[in-house]
């Protein structure tokens, strides 16, 4: 009887090699996947920024010219601007994916030239984000503040405000 010839060249990989670079990516996941958490929890906020800085020009445009009670808009409905998302019952709340914009609520950021209080993002989904993004607006500055503030109950919802540079201790909307 003949014995099988042994091959010169095997082919294949060995478990030892196999499980080489089975942990090799999970080191490099381990190393990457927080930071691409927290690159798309940025553009998040950078959206955010962008609805709050429209959403309060509507406002501002809205209070233009109007005195009394009925100055200040506490609907979206009554403001001449066309916002995504799903409006709620009694108009104060635009709710997008992953933002609440509420209308009339920084009272401690009263926008320019008018006396009515900014508008809030508020970030929804989740116990990890759920900082809040305003435009902290100071009476008596006589223009439209540039910066906006952020603030947050954890420490990674301020450390997404930190990232964007607009955390500001002891800061809040209301």
Not at 84 to 105: M, N, Q, R, V, Y
Request: glycine share 10%; with cysteine; aromatic share 8%.
């Amino acid at each position: 009887m003949k014995k099988p010839e042994k091959h010169l060249f095997q082919k294949g990989f060995t478990l030892i090699e196999l499980l080489t670079v089975v942990l090799i990516i999970g080191v490099l996941m381990a190393v990457a996947l927080p930071n691409y958490t927290r690159s798309i929890e940025r553009a998040r906020a950078v959206e955010a920024m962008a609805g709050i800085k429209a959403l309060n020009d509507a406002v501002y445009a809205y209070a233009a010219g109007r005195t009394g009670l009925n100055a200040c808009p506490r609907s979206f409905k009554k403001l001449a601007i066309s916002f995504p998302g799903h409006l709620s019952a009694d108009e104060s709340t635009i709710e997008t994916k992953d933002f609440e914009f509420i209308i009339h609520s920084a009272s401690n950021a009263i926008i320019p030239g008018t006396d009515c209080p900014g508008v809030v993002a508020r970030r929804l989904g989740g116990q990890k984000y759920q900082y809040r993004i305003w435009n902290p607006y100071v009476r008596g500055t006589g223009g439209k503040g540039a910066s906006l503030a952020c603030t947050g109950p954890n420490e990674s919802s301020i450390e997404i405000c930190k990232s964007l540079d607009l955390y500001k201790e002891g800061v809040t909307p209301f």
